[in-house]
């Protein structure tokens, strides 16, 4: 997207997923996660599921989407999800996306049981499923206190939309006190900043599509997504945006005041936050802290962009603040899930792991 600046060298956050004789991450790995998670608020741990586990859990998603009666995701997008946009989707708990699900948690066991407790909740397990004219999310937190998950089911490439990070962005004990006491009022003109310009991005996007014979518009979509009065809170709804109805961007964000302090820490701002692409290859797993500000981007390409996601609470959370960030899958609902009954859990069969293609290529 040329409206912001995005790096998509994920190196300086990625770990090789190293797997001791017990099937979880080595101590050693799960160190050098933790480091990257204190730090900047992410890991990517690259390799770890094989392309047979990755294609398991791809089918799993497939297996969903296919569902006429699948329950859809009530968090972000709505009107994305509605005009098949994006397909966010909540996982019922069955046995088999149970075992995907036990099968990262006990890989991931070093790194999650030091944010995560045994009794914590599960609180989604879902698909994120993005295709060509979906809405670019605005910069936004989930609610705190959780951990997230995505797991890339196959290769995603940085015109499919691979999920924005900022790095370091995280709250923790203090942080406040960095910058002389201004980074949250620094972090927050970085967001305005980027979210007029997503703003730009999805209006331009929206108004070509109109004429766009590969992505046309269903009937009523331009109308939805641009004056509607209905809730959602990542489209470039217009009439929102004045009303101040919109609580990641609105007109109301923009007064005299902010547009000043946006003039003067501009060059503050750039040197301060960046915008990462996480564009993983199949078998990775990002990890990221939900208070960091990140964002689904728009699919630029004609092929879908598919995550598998699941997120454990690693503090109290009060139910109605959960459900605003957070679909469980109404079995999930019924009969809840902590995260020792994943690590409890039966986990995919045992299987040979096949090595990173990279390494594959440059034995051959």
């Not at 480091?35 to 392309?51: E, I, R």
């Not at 996982?91 to 030091?114: H, I, K, N, W």
């Not at 609105?250 to 936050?273: A, C, N, Q």
């Amino acid at each position: 997207m040329n409206e912001l600046q995005v790096s998509s060298d994920t190196s300086a956050f990625e770990v090789p997923a190293a797997l001791g004789a017990n099937g979880k991450l080595t101590d050693h790995c799960v160190r050098q996660a933790l480091s990257m998670m204190d730090t900047h608020g992410l890991v990517v741990l690259t390799g770890l599921l094989s392309d047979e586990e990755a294609g398991i859990g791809l089918e799993l998603m497939r297996q969903t989407i296919d569902d006429p009666d699948r329950s859809r995701c009530s968090f972000a997008s709505e009107t994305d999800n509605v005009y098949v946009r994006r397909d966010f989707c909540s996982l019922p708990s069955t046995p088999p996306v149970t075992r995907f699900a036990a099968t990262l948690c006990q890989r991931l066991e070093g790194v999650l049981s030091e944010y995560c407790g045994r009794s914590r909740p599960l609180l989604e397990v879902i698909t994120l499923t993005s295709y060509r004219g979906s809405s670019h999310q605005y910069i936004h937190r989930d609610p705190a206190g959780v951990i997230s998950l995505l797991a890339a089911v196959e290769d995603v490439s940085e015109q499919q939309g691979g999920t924005v990070f900022v790095p370091g962005t995280h709250n923790y004990g203090g942080s406040y006190n960095r910058h002389g006491g201004a980074v949250s009022e620094l972090m927050e003109l970085f967001r305005i900043r980027c979210n007029y310009r997503i703003l730009r991005h999805n209006l331009k996007k929206l108004w070509g599509m109109r004429r766009d014979k590969e992505t046309p518009l269903a009937p009523g979509e331009f109308r939805d997504r641009v004056f509607s009065r209905k809730w959602d809170q990542h489209q470039p709804n217009l009439l929102r945006f004045l009303l101040g109805k919109n609580s990641q961007f609105s007109l109301r964000m923009l007064g005299p005041r902010t547009l000043w302090k946006l003039r003067r820490h501009r060059e503050t701002l750039s040197s301060l936050f960046h915008l990462v692409q996480a564009a993983p290859r199949k078998g990775t797993i990002i990890l990221y802290r939900s208070d960091m500000l990140h964002a689904g981007p728009d699919n630029r390409a004609p092929h879908p962009r598919r995550f598998f996601g699941l997120s454990i609470a690693r503090d109290i959370i009060e139910p109605k603040f959960w459900h605003d960030g957070y679909s469980p899958h109404p079995t999930l609902t019924a009969q809840p899930m902590c995260f020792g009954d994943l690590l409890d859990a039966p986990p995919l069969p045992a299987q040979a792991r096949v090595p990173d293609r990279r390494l594959r290529a440059s034995a051959g």
